[in-house]
Structure formats: structure tokens, C-alpha cells
């Protein structure tokens, strides 16, 4: 009997296996930025889990120059090319909220401050020696319960502002508006116990400007997203009338139904004066699941056309864990 020895190839050196698990880890390196790149360009929040993770996205730009560090010292030059792709589409996101883009000192002026109480737990004196030292024009406050309510009036917040529209109630679905000029109550939007206080405000320009203090349900749990996006959705569109939208929006700029507020020709305050990346939540260590969380920026100011933006900060107020956000706009008759 014949026996035909089959010839077997050349074994494959070591080199080259290091060299392909090298590829592969480049790669692997680069995938994780590379789809967080791509979900962010889709219009549309597209799932309850990204909603929680897309408010992270500046974080995630600045780690993702990991990705072509790496390809670089592999030699991996296809990898290089695509991670630095990849870390220039989420710049191309990030990066223009910390530059000037659109600042007028036009028309009369309309300064606003607004802040979420954490269930009414700021101290109402502090608060008023915040607006007696800013002089805002109009205030918006968001967890604002019956007890801080009546605490501010002791404070004698009355006495600076001394219009108001208050939807308080017990927990974190109150709010309220108080200013300088008077105001006429809107119908308060009201979705999973979260009511957005509204008004027409009397400007100073002798034209009516509609406020909003924006608070929907926060996110927090899979049973809350459609509250929290009907809450987004039911914030009107700026055609029409002069409109700003103040307040703790449980959103960042990141978040598809925020920037279709931007599309629909909202212009964000922070954002216009290149200080869209001073966060407001958490201001104090906030952890869940165990793990802490990065601060980031809910809080907005919102302004519609016929609102021009002239300056923008943000505030520490004792007691809550979101900064207050300042801005001053100007009144032009568009």
C-alpha cells in the first residue's frame, strides 16, 4: 500500500501572529469612538440607553484622541486615517460650543436667571441675593415646592420681582416665573407630573415675550424616557412670536430633540458666547449604579428669534446640584 503524505504549508512565524493581534486591537481601540460618532449624526434620540450616554459626548471627543495616538505608534495607517476621521466628526460637534458665534448688543435689554431648586431645597435668602446682585429681568425656577415658594416671598423676593406665575407643588414637578415687568399666565405644559410654567411678559420694549421654565422628567429610568421626550416636544417652536425657554432641560446640546430646538431657530445662550461647555449637573459628586457622573450641561437658556444674546454664566447656589444659568439677551423687533 502506497501512503501519499499530504504537504503541509510553512508555519506562520510569530511576528506575524503579533502583528495581526496588533491590527486588531488598533482596531478595537478605534470602534467604540467610531460608533458613538455615528449615533450622534442620527437625527433622533434612538434609544432610552443612548439618551442616558449621548449627554457625554464632549468626554468622549477628548478620549477619543486615544484612537489615532495608538494607530500612530502601530503604524497603522488605515486605522490612523479613520480614527482621525472619527475624533474630527465628534470635534465638529463639540468644539464650536467654545467659540463666539453670535452675540448682538442690539435693542433693549432682557436679563433672565433661572434654577432648579432640587426640590425647593435652596435657601431662599441665598437665591435672593442672587438676583439682587444679577437684577435679573426675569426668573425661572424649576422644583419649585409650595414651602420654597412661600420661603421666597419671606425673603423678600417680591420686593425685586414683583410679578409672578407660580405652579408649585410638592417634589420635583414645580415650577414658576417671576419678573421684573408683568406677566400673563400661559397654560403650564403638564406631563408626568412635571408642569412648565409659561407667561407672556410684558417687555420693556412695549412687545410681548413668551417665557418658558422648562423642566421635563429627567431620564433617569427606561419608564420615564416618553415623559421626559413629550416633555421636549411639547416646547413650541419660535415661529411667530418672541419666545425664551429657561431652565433645566435634563438634556444637553447633544440630544437630537434639543437640537431641534436649535434647527427650528432657537439660539442656546451658552453656546453663542463660547461657554458651552460650562456644565451645570451634577455641581455636587452625584453617583448611580455606584458609579459617579461626570458634570455635564442641562441647564440652558434658549432664546428665539427677536432674542438676540448678549452674555452668558453660570452660577453656584447653595444647597441644589445644579448650577443656575444666567443670560443677557437684547429685544430686537424680528
Not at 477628548?62 to 474630527?88: C, D, E, N, Q, Y
Not at 458665534?101 to 436679563?111: A, C, E, F, I, K
Amino acid at each position: 500500500m502506497t501512503t501519499i503524505a499530504q504537504e503541509e504549508g510553512p508555519p506562520v512565524a510569530p511576528e506575524t501572529h503579533r502583528r495581526r493581534w496588533v491590527s486588531v486591537l488598533v482596531w478595537l481601540t478605534a470602534a467604540p469612538f467610531a460608533i458613538w460618532a455615528v449615533l450622534r449624526l442620527v437625527p433622533a434620540d434612538v434609544h432610552f440607553r443612548w439618551v442616558q450616554l449621548v449627554g457625554f459626548t464632549p468626554y468622549v471627543a477628548m478620549l477619543s484622541v486615544v484612537a489615532p495616538i495608538v494607530a500612530l505608534v502601530s503604524r497603522r495607517w488605515k486605522a490612523l486615517a479613520a480614527s482621525l476621521l472619527v475624533t474630527a466628526m465628534l470635534s465638529a460637534c463639540v468644539l464650536p460650543r467654545a467659540t463666539v458665534t453670535d452675540v448682538d448688543d442690539g435693542g433693549p435689554s432682557l436679563r433672565i436667571l433661572s434654577s432648579n431648586l432640587m426640590i425647593g431645597a435652596a435657601p431662599p435668602p441665598a437665591l435672593v441675593d442672587l438676583v439682587r446682585r444679577l437684577r435679573p429681568d426675569v426668573l425661572t425656577l424649576q422644583e419649585l415646592t409650595p414651602e420654597a415658594a412661600e420661603g421666597l416671598d419671606e425673603a423678600g423676593l417680591g420686593a425685586l420681582l414683583p410679578y409672578k406665575v407660580v405652579r408649585s407643588r410638592p417634589g420635583t414637578g414645580g415650577s414658576g416665573i417671576y419678573a421684573r415687568f408683568p406677566l400673563t399666565p400661559g397654560q403650564a405644559i403638564d406631563i408626568g407630573g412635571f408642569g412648565q410654567a409659561r407667561a407672556t411678559l410684558a417687555a420693556p420694549d412695549g412687545r410681548p415675550v413668551e417665557i418658558v421654565s422648562v423642566h421635563p422628567c429627567a431620564p433617569r429610568y427606561q419608564n420615564r424616557y416618553q415623559c421626559w421626550a413629550d416633555g421636549l416636544a411639547a416646547l413650541a417652536a419660535p415661529a411667530g412670536s418672541r419666545r425664551v425657554l429657561a431652565g433645566d432641560f435634563n438634556a444637553t446640546l447633544d440630544h437630537a430633540r434639543v437640537r431641534r430646538l436649535l434647527d427650528e431657530g432657537y439660539s442656546d445662550a451658552a453656546d453663542a458666547t463660547g461657554d458651552g461647555l460650562s456644565t451645570t449637573w451634577p455641581y455636587r459628586p452625584w453617583h448611580f449604579n455606584g458609579f459617579g457622573i461626570p458634570p455635564v450641561t442641562l441647564d440652558h437658556v434658549l432664546a428665539g428669534p427677536g432674542v438676540t444674546v448678549r452674555a452668558f454664566s453660570v452660577q453656584a447656589v447653595p444647597d441644589t446640584d445644579h448650577r443656575a444659568v444666567f443670560a443677557e439677551l437684547g429685544l430686537t423687533a424680528g
